[in-house]
């Protein structure tokens, strides 16, 4: 508290508790599944991790900025045939530019 005086850090409470809920609600939802076979919750958890992203999405957790970034990227990597292209075209200069 006493460091937020000086500098202040404005942390968005409504993305951390939008990440705690879904998180809590995905760890319930696992332990319905633990009487079954191991490959079933293997498959269910995997899926549940899979769908994570997609559920903050519905949750309004994405910022729209973050959202066509999202699209961008999807954009570039989607096509198989292009990735030697895409990798090629890679710099980490990209990434710090992107970064602010």
Excluded at 64 to 78: D, H, N, Q
Excluded at 81 to 89: D, F, G, L, S
Aim: charged content about 20%; cysteine-free.
């Amino acid at each position: 508290q006493q460091s937020q005086k000086y500098y202040h850090i404005s942390y968005e409470i409504k993305k951390v508790m939008i990440i705690l809920g879904l998180s809590i609600m995905i760890y319930f939802l696992t332990l319905i599944f633990n009487p079954f076979t191991p490959v079933v919750r293997t498959v269910f958890k995997f899926t549940l991790i899979l769908s994570f992203p997609f559920l903050l999405y519905l949750f309004g957790f994405y910022d729209p900025i973050e959202i066509e970034r999202i699209k961008g990227i999807w954009k570039k990597w989607y096509n198989p045939t292009q990735w030697p292209e895409n990798i090629r075209n890679f710099r980490i200069k990209d990434l710090e530019d992107d970064a602010f």
